[in-house]
Nanobody
């Protein structure tokens, strides 16, 4: 059973930065993709970006490209989401999730999810 635990959320002013962490446990992740998603109140869960465990290849949603960076520490089974130049519209609960095999931005392709961490950006 895969377990994902996020941390690092909080309240930040617009223009500020936060770094989220997602630590995975339960199995070997070399063939997995780790995705970050977010969900604002009243909205659908949306893709933020992903990273492949093996090669470290990343892909981002247009809305965060150039501001957010995903990285990984394979030795710690941890993935990070560095968020810079935050905007009020980035306010949401942020989730990490894993998908096995094909790297994908589709919510439905991810099998295991963390509990989420709240990010609030004040204007």
């Amino acid at each position: 059973q895969v377990q994902l635990v996020e941390s690092g959320g909080g309240l930040v002013q617009a223009g500020g930065s936060l770094r989220l962490s997602c630590t995975a446990s339960g199995r070997t992740f070399s063939s997995y993709v780790m995705g970050w998603f977010r969900q604002a109140p009243g909205k659908d869960r949306e893709f933020v970006g992903y990273i492949t465990w093996s090669s470290g290849r990343t892909f981002y949603a247009d809305s965060v490209k150039g501001r957010f960076t995903i990285s990984r520490d394979n030795a710690k089974d941890t993935v990070y989401l560095q968020m810079n130049s935050l905007k009020p519209e980035d306010t949401a609960v942020y989730y990490c999730a894993t998908a096995r095999g094909l790297a994908t931005p589709n919510v439905g392709d991810y099998s295991y999810w963390g509990q989420g961490t709240q990010v609030t950006v004040s204007s």
